[in-house]
C-alpha cells in the first residue's frame, strides 16, 4: 500500500475534522466541528485511489507535486490514463517516466494543470481562458462532440468533481510547447514560401524570440502569426520566393526595411500580442510595427479586412488555425492580405493594457502602488501620493477585465495610446470620480472641465480629426482633492 501514509494529511475523503477542542479540563459543551465544504476526493487522491493513472502518479510523487494537489485550489487537471503515457513513452523512445530528467517531467505534469477550475462548458474554439501552470494557453477544439486538446488529445472523460477542482481525462499526453511561432512554420513544409519571406525580410529573429530580460526576471514575448499555405500562393501563379517577392515590390534588394513593400506584406500578417480565434473581438489590431492595423470583423464568420463596398474580407481556415507556440499562436489565412489600412473603428484601450504593467505578478490578481511618477511605465506618467493599481474580479459592474488606475488626493495621471488609425472620433471615457472636478488634456490641449456627477460613459471629451496614425497622450488633472478610478478611454468614429 504506497500512497496509505498519505491519507493521514489529506480532508477530501473525511467528513468532518475536530478544530477547536475542550479548553478547560472538566469543561462540558461540545467540541465545535469544522464540516468540510466537499465529500469529494481531492486531485491527488482520486489519482492515486484510481490503477489507470498510477503513471502520472509516480510522476507527481518523483517532482514533488502530489501535495500540491492535495491544497485548496481551484485546479483544472488534464489527466492522462495509463494508456496514453505509455503510448507517450513509445513515441519517445523509452520505456518509463524514470528515463526523463525530473525537470522535464515537473514541466510535463505542470503542463497538465491550469491553476483555475474550468469545465468543459467553458471550452471554445481556441484558447482556454487561464494560462496553464508553466505560463502557456492550452487550446481546444471540436470534432462533433469530441473535444481536442492541443490539436492532438481527446477528452474521454468530462468534468469529474473533486473537492480541489476539476479533472479531464485524455486519452493522449499533452506534451509542452517549446517551439516559437517561426520554429512551427519552418518545422511545416505548406508553409515553405511564407517561411521564406520570414527569413528574407529577418522577421525571423523577432519571431524566433521566446523571452527576454526585463528587471530581475525574464518576459515573454506574444505574438500572432497570420500564415499564408504554398497552396493559396500558387493560386496567383507563385510557386518561388523569387516570384513573391515580384509580386509584391520592385525593389528586391530593400526587402529588409520597413518602407518596402514586400517587407511590409510580410509583417502585415504578424500581430504584437498572441490572439487566439475565440479572443478576437470586432476591432482592429496592431502589427508589430504598431503603424498599422489589421482590421477584424465578426458575424457569421471571422472577417479580415472587410471591404464596405464589396463584403469581400479574408477568412481564417479553421481547422489550420488555433496552433500553439511557445510565443504566441499561427493562424492559416485563405487569402494573401494584402496590406489595408483599415477605417476606423470603435476603439476601447484599458488604461492597464501596458507591456510593462502586464509583467508583475500582481497583474490580474491584486493592488499595487507605486510612487515614482516619472520612471516606473513607459507610457503611464503621474503626480500625486502614489498610482494604485486597483483589481476587483467581484462586483465591480463595469470595470473592463476587473482593473483600472486610481489615485487620491491632489494628483495628476495620464497615458499614452497604442497608435490610433487615422481620422475623426469623439472621445469618451469610464472614469469616475469622487468629490473632485478634473480637467482633461489631449495632446497638450485642455479639452474641457468635467464635473465629477457626470455619468462617466456618456461625458464627451471633445471631437478629433486627427490626419497621422500615431500615439496620443491623454492626462487627467484634478482640480480638488478627491478619488479617482480610470479604466477606460473609448474612441468612437465619427462619419
Not at 490514463?81 to 505534469?109: C, I, R
Request: proline share 4%; hydrophobic share 35%; with cysteine.
Amino acid at each position: 500500500m504506497k500512497n496509505s501514509g498519505r491519507r493521514l494529511l489529506s480532508m477530501g475523503s473525511q467528513l468532518v475534522v475536530i478544530a477547536f477542542a475542550l479548553l478547560v479540563s472538566g469543561c462540558d459543551e461540545d467540541p465545535v466541528l469544522w464540516e468540510v465544504a466537499s465529500m469529494d476526493q481531492v486531485i491527488s487522491e482520486y489519482i492515486a485511489s484510481n490503477e489507470q493513472f498510477s503513471e502520472f502518479e509516480g510522476i507527481l510523487e518523483t517532482t514533488g507535486l502530489t501535495s500540491l494537489l492535495s491544497v485548496r485550489g481551484p485546479f483544472t487537471m488534464f489527466l492522462p490514463t495509463d494508456d496514453a503515457m505509455k503510448a507517450f513513452y513509445q513515441e519517445k523512445g523509452v520505456s518509463s517516466y524514470e528515463d526523463f530528467p525530473v525537470e522535464y517531467l515537473n514541466d510535463l505534469a505542470l503542463n497538465h494543470l491550469v491553476p483555475s477550475k474550468i469545465e468543459t462548458g467553458d471550452f471554445q474554439l481556441g484558447a482556454i481562458r487561464d494560462l496553464n501552470a508553466v505560463g502557456d494557453y492550452l487550446v481546444t477544439e471540436f470534432d462533433g462532440s469530441d473535444i481536442i486538446v492541443n490539436k492532438r488529445s481527446l477528452v474521454i472523460k468530462r468534468n469529474i468533481s473533486a473537492a480541489n477542482g476539476v479533472i479531464h481525462l485524455l486519452d493522449r499526453v499533452i506534451e509542452p510547447v517549446t517551439i516559437s511561432v517561426y520554429e512551427y512554420l519552418a518545422a511545416n513544409p505548406a508553409y515553405s514560401l511564407f517561411t521564406q519571406g520570414l527569413d528574407l525580410t529577418n522577421l525571423k529573429d523577432t519571431l524566433n524570440l521566446i523571452e527576454f530580460p526585463y528587471g530581475n526576471k525574464m518576459a515573454r514575448t506574444r505574438f500572432t502569426v497570420l500564415a499564408v499555405a504554398d497552396a493559396t500562393f500558387n493560386a496567383y501563379g507563385i510557386s518561388t520566393v523569387d516570384q513573391m517577392i515580384d509580386y509584391f515590390t520592385d525593389a528586391p534588394d530593400s526587402i529588409t526595411y520597413l518602407e518596402n513593400e514586400f517587407y511590409r506584406y510580410m509583417e502585415y500578417h504578424c500581430l504584437g500580442g498572441t490572439y487566439y480565434l475565440n479572443e478576437l473581438e470586432s476591432r482592429v489590431y496592431p502589427i508589430l510595427s504598431y503603424d498599422n492595423n489589421v482590421d477584424v470583423r465578426i458575424s457569421d464568420d471571422y472577417k479580415l479586412n472587410l471591404k464596405s463596398e464589396t463584403q469581400e474580407y479574408t477568412g481564417f481556415v479553421i481547422e489550420q488555425s488555433n496552433n500553439p507556440a511557445k510565443n504566441g499562436t499561427v493562424h492559416t489565412i485563405n487569402d494573401l492580405l494584402p496590406v489595408f489600412q483599415p477605417e476606423p473603428t470603435t476603439i476601447v484601450h484599458e488604461t492597464t493594457d501596458y507591456f510593462d504593467m502586464k509583467q508583475g505578478d500582481y497583474f490580474g490578481k491584486y493592488y499595487m502602488r507605486w510612487f515614482d511618477g516619472q520612471n516606473t511605465f513607459e507610457y503611464i506618467k503621474w503626480e500625486g501620493d502614489y498610482l494604485l493599481y486597483y483589481f476587483k474580479d467581484h462586483d465591480t459592474g463595469k470595470l473592463e477585465n476587473d482593473d483600472c488606475l486610481s489615485m487620491n488626493g491632489w494628483w495628476w495621471v495620464q497615458i499614452t495610446t497604442p497608435k490610433i488609425m487615422k481620422g475623426k472620433y469623439n472621445m469618451t471615457a469610464n472614469l469616475w470620480a469622487g468629490q473632485t472636478n478634473y480637467a482633461v488634456y489631449v495632446d497638450g490641449v485642455n479639452t474641457a472641465l468635467i464635473k465629477s456627477t457626470d455619468p462617466a460613459e456618456s461625458t464627451s471629451w471633445g471631437e478629433f480629426d486627427w490626419d497621422k496614425t500615431e500615439r496620443h497622450v491623454i492626462k487627467v488633472v484634478t482640480k480638488s482633492p478627491g478619488l479617482l478610478f480610470w479604466d477606460t478611454v473609448i474612441l468612437t468614429p465619427i462619419q
